[in-house]
T-cell receptor, first 112, second 116 residues
Framework: GEDVEQSLFLSVREGDSSVINCTYT??????LYWYKQEPGAGLQLLTY?????DMKQDQRLTVLLNKKDKHLSLRIADTQTGDSAIYFC????????????FGAGTQVVVTP | DSGVTQTPKHLITATGQRVTLRCSPR?????VYWYQQSLDQGLQFLIQ???????AKGNILERFSAQQFPDLHSELNLSSLELGDSALYFC???????????????FGPGTRLTVT
């Protein structure tokens, strides 16, 4: 497909794990990113992964990459109310200096 | 606070008008990116500058133009405004080009443009 695709909504209970999924467009994409946007704010970089990695862990965040299926996921362990936000995956378009494609964003709502 | 500043925070203007949005990148960052965020289109990449030169272009309309000045701040000019141009416009900056960390983008708080 031509677009970076994400599910639009995820509801999770506080303390559970959240998994946000993303399908990106180009199997040769090298750099893939996750951003978080809280209401009324700009996007905040959470983490990124190289295409030569399958997994990256950063505190409560785990990124999994399946290059064959062009699938990227972000797992948030022990989800907290402060994790309620919109999460965007993004890929740097291959062979471009700095063109990025972002998904539509997944709204994560954490309930007590 | 990302260190990226954008002015103005809000802008209300009429159709047909022209506006200029301003962005100051983080200290030391050479690359500036502009994005448009709207409810129906999501986050769209518009254009990227690196050290004063245009490096990548997205779906930027011909009515829109941008530039990056020698002091590395950037301006996005929107002209002949239409109702559909109402959106949040974000600027982001990153250190340099070459590695994944170089593409780590730090976003400003955005300029909310309302065209009436």
């Amino acid at each position: 497909g031509e677009d970076v695709e994400q599910s639009l909504f995820l509801s999770v209970r506080e303390g559970d794990s959240s998994v946000i999924n993303c399908t990106y467009t180009d199997s040769s994409s090298t750099y893939l990113y996750w951003y978080k946007q809280e209401p009324g704010a700009g996007l905040q970089l959470l983490t990124y992964i190289f295409s030569n990695m399958d997994m990256k862990q950063d505190q409560r965040l785990t990124v999994l990459l399946n290059k064959k299926d062009k699938h990227l996921s972000l797992r948030i362990a022990d989800t907290q109310t402060g994790d309620s936000a919109i999460y965007f995956c993004a890929e740097k378009v291959p062979d471009s200096w700095g063109k990025f494609q972002f998904g539509a964003g997944t709204q994560v709502v954490v309930t007590p | 606070d990302s260190g990226v500043t954008q002015t103005p925070k809000h802008l209300i203007t009429a159709t047909g008008q022209r506006v200029t949005l301003r962005c100051s990148p983080r200290s030391g960052d050479l690359s500036v990116y502009w994005y448009q965020q709207s409810l129906d289109q999501g986050l769209q990449f518009l254009i990227q500058y690196y050290n004063g030169e245009e490096r990548a272009k997205g779906n930027i309309l011909e009515r829109f133009s941008a530039q990056q000045f020698p002091d590395l701040h950037s301006e996005l000019n929107l002209s002949s405004l239409e109702l559909g141009d109402s959106a949040l416009y974000f600027c982001a900056s990153s250190p340099f080009i070459g590695t994944a960390s170089s593409y780590e983008q730090y976003f400003g708080p955005g300029t909310r443009l309302t065209v009436t």
